[in-house]
Structure formats: C-alpha cells, structure tokens
C-alpha cells in the first residue's frame, strides 16, 4: 500500500471505530490534546467561515432537564458550531472532520441536537447555535449503529473501488435518530447527494459527504 492508502485505511479504520457516547469518565482532556483540537477547530474556522467554539472543564451546558432526558452522564467539555442559519450542511461536515480528530485522539462524541442546556458559545448577529457536539472519556466506546445496506444508500452507473468505499465510509456516518435520509449517486463519473428531508437531515448531509470525500478524495455534489 502506498502512504495515501494508508491514510485513506486509517480514517476508515477511524470512522469504523467512532460511535456515539453519552456517558463520560471523570477524566480531564490533557492539554496537548486540547491544543490538538483547537489548532484544528481555527483551521476549520478560517477554512468555512463558521463559528465552531470549544469548551472544557464547562459542566454547565450538561446539566439540564434536557441533557438528563437525553441519557447525558458527566458532560464537561464540548464543541459548539454557530454560523448563519443556512451554513447547516457545513457544520455537518467540518463538525465530523473534528469528531473524526478527536476519536483519532482517544476521546469519544456526541452529535447533539437539541437534548443540552444553554451553551457559553459567543453568538453574534445573524449567527445561530447549529448543533453541539459533547466531548470526553466515554464510560464505554459506544456500540455501531444499525444501518441500511449501501444499495439503499447509494446507486452507481459504474462499478468502481473508490465508490463502495466511499459507500461504506457512508454507511458509517452518524445521523440524527439513525435516520440515514440520504441517497448518493455515481453518473458519467460524478458523484451526487440527495437529502431525502427529516430532522437536521442537512447537518446528516454534510457529514456524509465528509465521509465519502475522506475516504475517496472524490468530490460530493
């Protein structure tokens, strides 16, 4: 394998081992790691535009009747996106890239739409709280999501080796409630997604995308 397939096997290997994870230990993120983490959170930012905010030690926003609703446990350090309320495709995907770091560093997440309590995320106008992303140790590595098969998922024109990889990549992606509202397709060489609607269905779009476009190198339309 040449170093470009290994990177493409790593994220993978990565995405494949990544699940979500509501209940933390009572264990500190080491500051290389916070830096880690920042460094990229102000790569992204420069890159989309976005307003993607990191907090540690910040047991507040957890601690709420919606968090403990939602099978929260522990919550001290999360990741808030705020952009405009058009940018949600974009916070999917910049989001999972960070996701995807912080599972690389040993950390656990949780896409988290509406089960937390008020965030400390510095919003200006215009600017809106897309999505917050919870942060830790996990009491466990949470379990795979069930998924549909990739024929559901995806459809192609071809057979290649980059796009049922990339379907498989997809198939990884998380999703709000497991929906999986999304369809890719390969026509005459392109690839293109279809958001089939649901509930923060574009944030699921944006993070699928970042899925196939990681793992493939291919552009999603």
């Known amino acids: 394998m040449n170093e470009s397939e290994d990177i493409v096997m790593d994220i993978l ?9 509501r209940q933390y230990k009572n264990q500190t993120i080491e500051p290389s790691k916070r ?5 990229l959170i102000n790569d992204v930012n420069a890159e989309s535009k976005l307003s993607i905010q990191a907090f540690y030690d910040e047991p507040k926003c957890f601690n709420s009747f919606m968090a403990h609703y939602g099978k929260f446990e522990n919550v001290k350090n999360y990741i808030a996106i705020v952009g405009n309320k058009n ?10 890239k960070i996701v995807l770091k912080c599972q690389e560093l ?3 997440t949780c896409w988290v739409a509406m089960t937390h309590g008020k965030s400390k995320a510095e919003i200006e106008r215009g600017q809106k709280l ?4 919870s942060l830790g140790y996990g009491k466990t590595q949470g379990v795979p999501h069930k998924s549909k098969s990739i024929v559901e998922l995806g459809k192609a024109d071809q057979s290649t080796e980059w796009f049922d990889r990339g379907m498989e ?3 990884l992606a998380p999703t709000a409630v497991n929906q999986q509202k999304f369809q890719l397709e390969l026509k005459n060489g ?3 997604a279809k958001n089939l609607g649901g509930f923060y269905s574009k944030i699921d779009l944006g993070i699928v995308k970042y899925h196939f ?3 493939t190198g291919h552009e999603v339309k």
């Open 13 to 21: 290997e990565i995405m494949k081992e990544r699940h979500s994870v």
């Open 35 to 39: 830096e880690e983490i920042n460094s």
């Open 87 to 96: 940018d949600q495709e974009k916070a999917g995907y910049y989001g999972e």
């Open 106 to 108: 040993g950390l656990n």
């Open 130 to 133: 897309l999505i917050i992303i």
């Open 169 to 171: 990549a997809v198939s």
């Open 190 to 192: 392109k690839v293109t």
């Open 213 to 215: 476009e990681a793992v």
